[in-house]
């Protein structure tokens, strides 16, 4: 195209943007700061007021189509249309006041944890609380990503801010089922509480979905240098431009400024990095060593994880020398950039035996829970023993986003496997389990992974999958591609956890114990007529779909539609934090 259309293409970007950024005030929370009864009260508003509503009311139907929760998005952008100057300095305060918003939350959730009775729900609370916390952070790293806009990145910024607001979701949906199984009233008003906020940040995630239809409508590939050329199929590794568009998606991984932690650095992917994955601890310089024989800094992966400071090296290298590690692990936000290695998945072994049957809150029975962003690991073991008896029992939890596991194994029984959010790729790693064993609301692929279904309690259906996509405009989904399902039990391939559920299953091999049926409810129609499940070009004597049941969510694709759920276009704008690793990866829908 000639230079006359790349100009207009580039004014239609300037002009969607700014379009954007208007939405952005309804996304996150203008309304919050607005009483929506206030729309209803009587009184005369005034003639002015009443002319500008209806010369913004077609622009906020517009906005507002994609919603979720129109009623809600209306009132909010059309209060504060009335007095919008500078739309950069509106969504500014916008994200402020959403940021109040779930203080405010978390100073309820004090009144009602002080009130609860159960311990439980109290404990419940305090994880909410914990939620809420990781939701502002995620909304202040969406605020620096709006504030840093650059419309000729926009598919870069447009999948960071999907990325990040789906996990706001995700963290506010945890809150609510942690209370799951508490008595009082704790529960409901935490939901509540947290109603408002949840309708305000599904409409900004369903205003970026439409801002991005309407780009890629505009095919604007021409203009954009840093546009990724996605969906060469079998493609591996990247190319130089690619390269260099993944240091720009890195550098995305900068947390709120009050931590002290400055990911914003071209060194992220550095010669060191690329030879974690294919080096082992001989040929690395670990920063920091575990060993339980003391020829190491220290004796517990807790210790180690708790001495990284806060303006640490990135990469940090720490080396887990071979044995069984007894304990319980959390990899705070701040570490970012941490990549542990082991000496084998069998031979160095993180293993706790904490479980929902005995108290225990699902989200704190994990064996190694990671919050930090770009976390790395090879040759580890993560295991929860508490067995078929304990119910809910998670060996890994994760929250990383920007996340690479390599020749890895996780070993547990219901819920083992819990890729909580954000943007994770595992390779070569075994995952053995009974029910839900792998499950999570992240853009999860599971690439050359062998899944071990093992014997459940007598009362028990064994279950590979349960994703928990609960916004329509949601990017997340469990791939599984390229994989062997192993089951001696009676099996299916998935049930959907929330409404609007996705699940690949391609390339892989499939035993003959997986059910007809292959798919299983999780609760009477829940999610039937939403989710979407689809089997492509799978093998083995359990591929078989002759049986499946037919759900109006059941979709049977082809090889187009399949290779969008390879990771290099399921990742939309960067899986050059994949590639920068150099782990045996296949970008498209090549074995």
């Known amino acids: 195209m000639g230079d006359d259309g790349d100009q207009k293409k580039k004014i239609a970007i300037m002009g969607v943007s700014s379009i954007l950024l208007v939405a952005m005030v309804v996304a996150v929370a203008v309304g ?3 009483n929506p009864k206030d729309s209803d009260s009587g009184g005369d508003k005034g003639t002015s007021t009443s002319n500008q509503i209806s010369t913004t009311s077609k622009e906020v139907k517009a906005l507002c189509a994609p919603s979720v929760y129109k009623e809600t998005c209306e009132t909010s952008l059309s209060k504060s249309v009335e007095n919008a100057t500078d739309p950069k300095k509106i969504v500014q305060v916008g994200f402020e006041i959403a940021v109040e918003s779930l203080k405010d939350a978390m100073k309820n959730s004090t009144t009602i944890k002080e009130v609860a009775q159960d311990p439980k729900a109290k404990r419940a609370v305090e994880i909410c609380e914990d939620l809420i916390e990781t939701a502002i952070d995620d909304l202040r790293r969406s605020l620096d990503e709006l504030d840093n806009f650059d419309p000729s990145k926009a598919y870069i910024h447009i999948d960071n801010l999907k990325t990040w607001l789906e996990a706001t979701i995700t963290y506010q949906e945890v809150c609510r089922d942690e209370f799951g199984n508490t008595t009082g009233t704790s529960g409901e008003k935490m939901r509540e509480i947290l109603k408002l906020s949840g309708e305000l940040t599904s409409n900004g995630l369903a205003m970026v979905e439409g801002f991005r239809k309407i780009l890629k409508s505009l095919d604007l590939s021409t203009i954009n240098n840093n546009r990724r050329l996605l969906g060469t199929a079998g493609t591996t590794g990247a190319s130089s431009s690619a390269k260099a568009h993944g240091r720009s998606q890195l550098n995305h991984l900068a947390l709120p400024q009050e931590t002290g932690v400055d990911l ?6 550095t010669p060191t ?19 339980q024989d003391g020829s190491g800094q220290f004796k517990t992966v807790a210790q180690a994880v708790q001495s990284i400071q806060k303006n640490h090296k990135v990469p940090l290298i720490m080396h887990i020398k071979a044995g069984v590690y007894n304990e ?7 570490a970012n950039g941490l990549m542990m290695i082991g000496d084998g998945p069998t031979k160095t072994k993180i293993t706790g035996r904490r479980n929902f049957a005995e108290g225990t809150r699902t989200s704190d029975t994990a064996t190694v829970v990671i919050l930090a962003p770009g976390f790395i690991a090879k040759d580890m073991g993560f295991e929860n023993s508490a067995g078929a008896i304990g119910h809910q029992a998670v060996a890994y939890r994760s929250q990383s986003d920007n996340s690479v596991v390599f020749n890895c194994q996780f070993d547990g029984y219901q819920d083992t496997l819990y890729p909580q959010s954000n943007r994770q790729f595992f390779r070569d790693c075994v995952i053995s389990g009974t029910i839900d064993f792998i499950f999570g609301v992240a853009r999860t692929v599971l690439q050359n992974c062998t899944m071990i279904v093992r014997k459940p309690l007598d009362n028990q259906q064994c279950i590979v999958t349960a994703e928990g996509r609960q916004d329509p405009n949601g990017d997340s989904a469990i791939v599984i591609m390229n994989s062997h399902i192993l089951d001696k039990l009676k099996a299916y391939l998935g049930r959907p956890w929330k409404e609007y559920s996705r699940t690949v299953i391609m390339h892989t091999v499939i035993d003959g114990i997986i059910a007809p049926e292959g798919w299983l409810p999780w609760q009477g129609d829940l999610g039937l007529k939403t989710l979407w499940y689809a089997e492509f070009g799978n093998t083995g004597p359990g591929s078989v779909q002759t049986g499946r049941v037919n759900w109006p969510g059941i979709k049977h694709i082809g090889p187009a539609e399949a290779a969008n759920f390879a990771p290099g276009k399921l990742y939309v704008e960067g899986d050059d934090w994949i590639t920068a690793t150099s782990v045996p990866y296949t970008s498209g829908m090549n074995k």
């Not at 914003?264 to 992917?269: L, Q, T």
């Not at 319980?328 to 701040?334: A, H, I, L, S």
């Open 264 to 269: 914003d650095f071209p060194s992220w992917v």
């Open 32 to 34: 919050v700061n607005n």
């Open 328 to 334: 319980q692990v959390t990899v705070p936000r701040w």
């Open 273 to 291: 990095q690329r030879r974690l994955l294919v080096g082992t601890p001989d040929t690395l310089k670990p920063d920091i060593v575990v060993a």
